[in-house]
């Protein structure tokens, strides 16, 4: 063929490898983010924070001065592990040497990462059930198999994952959501930290630890210890999403010293680093006023944990008796059952919309049976006012009042 006779790029068909053949269809995150929806409807989707919590001035005052530094180097490339400011605070906050820090694009970033550097193509992956579903999207890189977990009150079900070890089953990864966990909201006791760890190290799998909530916890200090963070097992996975905002796309890993190299070879493959330029901010900004990201934290939490409260208590008054509601200790949402078992959960979904009330239902968040997942619903209430909540539990238990008609 000459160069004369070789199609033009129009012409010629844009083949897709069989990895990219094999994703699933992007469903959204769930259908209700594609269906049609009241003008005014109240949105309690995602796990998404609040502006009025997010240091914007601060963040603007840090791009000033990071644009005044000689030289510039915020707009230069920078080390694949991340700039040395942000490995060293964040090293710092997670009680590990700097050398265990690479910064990514985000925890889902992170994830990936993770993945592409320790499953191989057809691995069994224990995973949580009920499930924070965007994982097993990123799973679909290395076309693992999963083992399906329960997830109790408490978080993962360790005495099960401990049995189905025993039983024969050799996973290369597990993946699990420690602290307030999405959707569930139970965390992983220290001593559950401790056993997963040890199950890890015993049975020779690595733990995907991801943990964008840690932060988030409305009362109490963070545990001293951390078993995470001291194991040849684990890769911690953290983000600034929920506290200084999704869009600096700026998160971290805490990783085993022996596998530094290895993920820092998969990611100079890829992107190089993240931006030097959002890392340099986001480093001003912590660094510039040591208290600030506490103090940051300390309104995060209070604003949450108050809107935590008022959508619970304003469901248990608006639909007395109608779900099991606990309220949550931290993170972003509530997680309420159906008592009823002739409640039909898709059809009080569907006239939730109608009502004009958006929410996930807890079925799209299984991994596998034995969950009442499908009996649940996730109430994302980060950026909603007090009163839209209370007006969101007005809607739904209008909704709920249809199916008693
Ligand atoms: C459990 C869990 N992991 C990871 C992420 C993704 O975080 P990021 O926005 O930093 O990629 C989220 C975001 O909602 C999450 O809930």
Do not use: C
Not at 210 to 239: C, K
Not at 269 to 291: C, I
């Amino acid at each position: 063929m000459t160069l004369d006779t070789l199609p033009t790029l129009d012409a010629r068909q844009l083949e897709r490898t069989a990895l990219v053949r094999a994703f699933t269809a992007p469903k959204g995150f769930g259908d209700q983010t594609l269906r049609d929806r009241r003008a005014d409807a109240i949105e309690l989707l995602g796990g998404i924070p609040d502006p009025a919590v997010l240091p914007a001035h601060e963040l603007a005052d840090a791009t000033a001065r990071v644009l005044a530094q000689p030289g510039l180097p915020a707009l230069q490339y920078s080390r694949t592990e991340g700039i040395p400011a942000l490995r060293e605070w964040i090293a710092a906050r997670e009680g590990v040497p700097a050398s265990r820090i690479l910064v990514t694009n985000g925890g889902f970033h992170g994830l990936a990462l993770a993945i592409q550097t320790t499953v191989e193509r057809g691995d069994l992956v224990a995973v949580d059930n009920p499930i924070f579903p965007l994982f097993l999207r990123g799973l679909e890189l290395s076309d693992a198999r999963i083992l399906p977990v329960r997830v109790g009150p408490h978080g993962l079900d360790v005495d099960e994952l401990g049995a189905v070890l025993r039983g024969g089953a050799r996973p290369a990864a597990l993946y699990t959501v420690p602290d307030f966990h999405n959707p569930t909201q139970g965390s992983l006791s220290l001593e559950g930290r401790r056993e997963l760890v040890r199950l890890a190290e015993h049975y020779g799998f690595v733990v995907f630890a991801d943990n964008p909530y840690r932060e988030l916890r409305f009362a109490g200090g963070v545990p001293e210890e951390e078993p995470f963070n001291h194991s040849e097992r684990v890769i911690h996975v953290n983000t600034f999403t929920k506290t200084l905002g999704p869009g600096l796309r700026l998160g971290w890993l805490v990783l085993p010293e022996s596998l530094v190299p290895d993920v820092v070879a998969v990611r100079s493959r890829q992107d190089s680093h993240s931006s030097t330029f959002v890392q340099a901010v986001v480093a001003e900004l912590l660094t510039h006023d040591a208290g600030l990201f506490d103090a940051t934290l300390d309104r995060a939490r209070a604003l949450y944990g108050s809107r935590a409260r008022t959508l619970a208590e304003a469901i248990d008054r608006e639909a007395p008796g109608e779900f099991e509601v606990e309220v949550p200790t931290g993170g972003l949402f509530l997680w309420p059952r159906l008592r009823d078992a002739r409640v039909d959960a898709d059809r009080l979904a569907a006239d939730a919309s109608t009502e004009g009330v958006e929410y996930q239902r807890g079925s799209f968040f299984p991994s596998g049976p034995g969950t009442d997942a499908d009996r649940r619903l996730r109430l994302a209430f980060g950026d909603t006012t007090e009163d839209r909540l209370a007006e969101a539990a007005t809607r739904l238990a209008r909704a709920l009042r249809r199916q008693r008609e």
